[in-house]
């Protein structure tokens, strides 16, 4: 069964820290979740994430699902867990991020979404209660609901009719999911997600809304879409406010390392994002000392570790001027040992923030780190 235990909260922030139960294993929080959009995380192995990352739960996407490799692979295939070999939770986004991104090629209705397929341009329809039964198919720990993300910057009138349109498509998932049964013998959690732009009102009215629907947890979307990082710390702020306490909180899409620590501090339990891994294969690195750009030049004849600091054994292995000789030689090793230590990193940072939330040291510990995070080393 889904459950969830907060363990400690910091006195002088909102972070806390604390334990989802699912039947694929314990998630301790707070967390961060690797992006497998299409059932793999780019260029890692499931032994890789598992060993050298230590992630806890993964997220994959439905939208890209949906298309490839297909519900019909996936049923046969006896859901997304065996198909990729990954025995630990996974989390599948409902495809409303993708349907928004796709702006040219979908139509949004009152019954749900017509959209084109990136892949070859067929024709598809995403309603929320087929949302519901891709996800079933797919048998993902903790599935969201179809909502409509809407940009930025918004004006009010189209936020306010979209998160209307948000609202009755969670409504109308909760009815669906409440009529049939999980596909496979595991516990599956709907999340709804909370819209409505950067308009404290709109935010205020989303999170009443969704806290009333009692769902396993609850989730924030519609940031990180080219806002100021202030503007998407106090919409996060006042979202969490109104929130249930005893329902774990998921922010989408989010983000940087000092992101990280700053959602942590205002109470968000979950996070994922592509950056650590996409600019992992350009060879921007992240670490406590900051940021760096391992294919310059000054690291040529530096043979420290990549990350001083970092617990994860390959940084211990590979100096930084390996590391660089590999991108410059175009080697695809490089783009795994990349992606390796960013991914490793945003776990460490988050399993960091979660050890001083327990030890009552998180303040203090926010304020050193943030301003070292974003240094360019």
């Known amino acids: 069964m889904f459950q969830f235990e907060i363990e400690a909260v910091c006195p002088d922030t909102n972070a806390r820290a604390g334990k989802i139960y699912t039947d694929h294993g314990i998630i301790e929080t707070p967390i961060f979740m690797p992006v497998g959009t299409v059932a793999s995380v780019k260029g890692i192995t499931q032994e890789q994430l598992h060993h050298y990352i230590q992630a806890q739960i993964i997220l994959a996407n ?133 819209q409505g732009s950067t308009f404290p009102e709109l935010r205020r009215e989303s999170a009443s809304f969704i806290t009333e629907l009692n769902a396993y947890g609850n989730a924030i ?49 979950m996070m994922d994002c592509v950056l650590p891994s996409r600019n992992a294969r350009h060879g921007i690195l992240y670490s406590y000392e900051g940021v760096l750009n391992i294919k310059n030049n000054k690291f040529k004849y530096d043979f420290s570790p990549i990350d001083p600091n970092s617990t994860c054994s390959t940084d211990l292995d ?24 960013n991914l490793h990193f945003y776990l460490q940072l988050a399993s960091d923030a979660r050890k001083h939330i327990l030890e009552g040291t998180f303040a203090a510990w926010k304020r050193d780190v943030v301003a070292q995070l974003g240094n360019r080393i």
């Open 62 to 194: 439905t939208y890209h699902l949906f298309l490839r490799p297909s519900m019909e692979v996936l049923s046969q295939a006896k859901g997304l867990h065996r198909f990729m070999n990954w025995n630990k939770p996974i989390l599948t986004d409902s495809g409303g991020y993708q349907i928004f991104s796709i702006a040219s090629r979908r139509k949004i209705t009152q019954e749900g979404v017509q959209f084109s397929s990136h892949i070859d341009g067929s024709k598809h329809w995403f309603t929320p209660e087929s949302v519901i039964e891709a996800q079933r198919i797919i048998g993902s720990d903790i599935q969201m609901v179809l909502d409509e993300c809407t940009p930025y910057p918004c004006e009010f009138s189209y936020a306010k009719k979209s998160l209307a349109l948000t609202h009755n498509w969670a409504k109308r998932a909760f009815s669906h999911i409440n009529k049939i049964s999980p596909a496979y013998s595991h516990t599956q959690a709907l999340f709804p997600i909370v």
């Open 318 to 341: 590979y100096s930084r001027a390996y590391l660089r000789h590999l991108f410059v030689a175009g080697e695809l090793l490089a783009l795994t040992l990349a992606s390796i230590h």
């Open 221 to 269: 979307g519609g940031l990180s879409v080219g806002e100021p990082a202030e503007m998407m710390y106090d919409i996060t702020e006042i979202v969490c406010e109104i929130l249930p306490t005893t329902k774990p909180r998921y922010l989408m899409g989010v983000g940087t390392p000092q992101n990280i620590v700053e959602s942590i501090a205002r109470g968000i339990d």
